[in-house]
């Protein structure tokens, strides 16, 4: 069974609620009221309607159809990770809002403080700032808006998401222990130290330099996958969420490098 309306169009039946169903087949039964002949449904701008027992459309003010979601292309910092457009993507729905860049960041509405703008300077530092309680993401989270940030938050309202947490103490301080720190630095200067001994060292990047750069990217990974290396390189209280975005960064730059070091210095060593 369909509902006409004044266009020509029907709508399924079974996008009318049962209430209005029931009375419905009391109009053509011929027992219904003019308003038991009522069937809601909602059109395509969201805004409620009904139809009379003529077939006529008519708008109902006092309900409003939420939107089931949207997303937008922008920028984002993620702790000390500031990444530009177009690397980041916000999507949001009633029950969920997600960061995607160098990572996923996703929050549900108890999981968020607030949402505020951050930032002013149209274009180049214009955004809105995502207040959380998670202890396994970092403090500051920020979406860079291309454009109109009032219209992102807008559509935050019109969907329905409605930040409702409240604030939570975080583990204070550098979320690496500082000893970790120095004896990465020292272990790559050595390596570096002695790639400069090398013969080819004066033409280019050597075998060390290489394996510097890999043994980064390996302790990135590590601490990004194993528990047993996290708890030796981060500090009592904190996560490796924490720094998740900073190990993405690492693990591709210093990946790249060591692949086209790495190349080049196969190449110079056949050649020669």
């Known amino acids: 069974m369909r509902v006409r309306i004044r266009n020509g169009h029907s709508v399924a039946l079974s996008r009318v609620s049962r209430a209005s169903a029931l009375h419905l087949k009391e109009k053509e039964a011929g027992l219904g009221r003019r308003s038991a002949?009522?069937?809601?449904?909602?059109?395509?701008?969201?805004?409620?309607?009904?139809?009379?027992?003529?077939?006529?459309?008519?708008?109902e003010r006092n309900f409003v159809v939420r939107r089931?979601?949207?997303?937008?292309?922008?920028?984002a910092r993620i702790g000390w990770v500031n990444a530009s457009w177009p690397f980041?993507?916000?999507?949001?729905?009633?029950?969920?809002l997600s960061l995607a860049s160098l990572g996923t960041y996703e929050f549900s509405p108890s999981q968020v403080v607030s949402v505020e703008p951050y930032g002013s300077i149209p274009l180049l530092a214009s955004g809105l700032r995502i207040n959380h309680n998670r202890a396994d993401y970092p403090g500051k989270i920020v979406f860079w808006c291309m454009g109109n940030r009032d219209r992102v938050l807008a559509e935050l309202r019109q969907i329905g998401f409605s930040p409702s947490g409240r604030p939570a103490a975080r583990a204070p301080g550098f979320p690496i222990r500082w000893s970790v720190v120095i004896a990465v630095i020292a272990l790559?200067?050595?390596?570096f130290m002695l790639?400069?001994?090398?013969?080819?060292?004066s033409r280019?990047?050597?075998?060390?330099?290489?394996?510097?750069?890999l043994a980064l990217f390996a302790l990135a990974t590590a601490v990004r996958t194993s528990p047993r290396i996290q708890r030796v390189v981060l500090r009592e209280g904190h996560q490796a969420g924490e720094i998740k975005a900073f190990l993405g960064?690492?693990?591709?730059?210093?990946?790249?490098?060591?692949?086209?070091?790495?190349?080049?210095?196969?190449?110079?060593?056949?050649a020669g």
């Open 37 to 59: 002949h009522r069937a809601r449904f909602p059109n395509r701008s969201g805004v409620l309607k009904y139809v009379d027992e003529r077939g006529m459309m008519k708008p």
């Open 68 to 75: 089931q979601g949207g997303s937008f292309r922008g920028g």
């Open 88 to 96: 980041a993507k916000l999507t949001m729905s009633a029950d969920k």
């Open 188 to 191: 790559w200067n050595v390596l």
């Open 195 to 201: 790639d400069g001994s090398a013969p080819l060292q």
């Open 204 to 213: 280019g990047p050597g075998l060390f330099s290489v394996l510097a750069l």
């Open 249 to 270: 960064l690492l693990q591709i730059v210093a990946g790249s490098l060591s692949l086209a070091f790495g190349g080049m210095w196969l190449a110079r060593a056949y």
